[in-house]
């Protein structure tokens, strides 16, 4: 599986709890024949993470994570792109 390009839509700070909630748009390639599709992923990260990468490379990183864990549990879902 490889990600070809990696997008934040939408992103909200929770103040309760010090965290950045954000949804991720994945464009994915899952193997060497299959087509690209789109998958939508909703993670979040500290809001401050002292010494560590800045806020929007953490919020892709995890997207990215999380995506990979799903397509190992599961058929993907997704939508396919043109």
């Known amino acids: 599986m ?3 390009s990696a997008r934040v839509l939408r992103a909200r700070r929770l103040r309760d709890l010090g965290r950045v909630e954000a949804m991720v748009m994945l464009l994915v390639k899952p193997g060497d024949r299959a087509a ?10 500290p809001a401050r993470a002292p010494g560590a990468a ?3 490379e953490r919020l892709l ?3 990215k994570l999380l995506h990979a864990i799903q397509a190992q549990d ?9």
């Open 2 to 4: 490889r990600i070809l």
């Open 36 to 45: 690209p599709y789109e998958a939508r992923v909703l993670t979040s990260a």
């Open 54 to 56: 800045p806020l929007r």
């Open 61 to 63: 990183a995890s997207a």
């Open 74 to 82: 599961g058929p993907l879902r997704g939508r396919r792109a043109a």
